[in-house]
């Protein structure tokens, strides 16, 4: 079970002290961890749509999470995931390709940072 980033603070130190991977549908940010715990973050602004399309997004990116993992090697991350406009009406398929290339890029970016 993946734990939620709450406060705006964590946010924001994921975005000062992590990496970052964007494609097309979304923009993954991360930052390692010590405990081993992960946790997800989901922003949705008000460009990509209406709350109503601004909810599903964040189902779909909740489900990719659930299904496809955070998969950080021996430790964990703080992940921030940033929903670009198309996301909620993207075909799965595509959607879901875009998740993982963003993971991986950002799993090599942190192993390099942390070598």
């Known amino acids: 079970m993946l734990g939620r980033l709450r406060r705006s603070a964590e946010f924001r130190g994921v975005y ?7 494609g097309r ?7 390692p961890r010590k405990d081993g715990a992960q946790r997800l973050g989901i922003t949705v602004t008000r460009r990509v749509g209406s709350a109503v399309v601004r909810n599903r997004a ?3 990116v909740r489900e ?3 299904h496809l993992g955070l998969e ?8 921030v995931v940033n929903v670009r406009r198309g996301c909620a009406a993207a075909p799965w398929g595509e959607l879901e390709e875009d998740y993982l ?6 799993l090599r970016r942190l192993g390099q940072r942390t070598s």
């Open 16 to 22: 000062a002290e992590g990496v970052k991977a964007a």
């Open 25 to 31: 549908y979304l923009v993954i940010f991360a930052r």
């Open 58 to 60: 964040r189902r779909r």
């Open 64 to 66: 990719l999470a659930r």
């Open 72 to 79: 950080t090697g021996a430790h964990g991350a703080d992940v």
């Open 101 to 106: 290339r963003c993971v991986t890029g950002v």
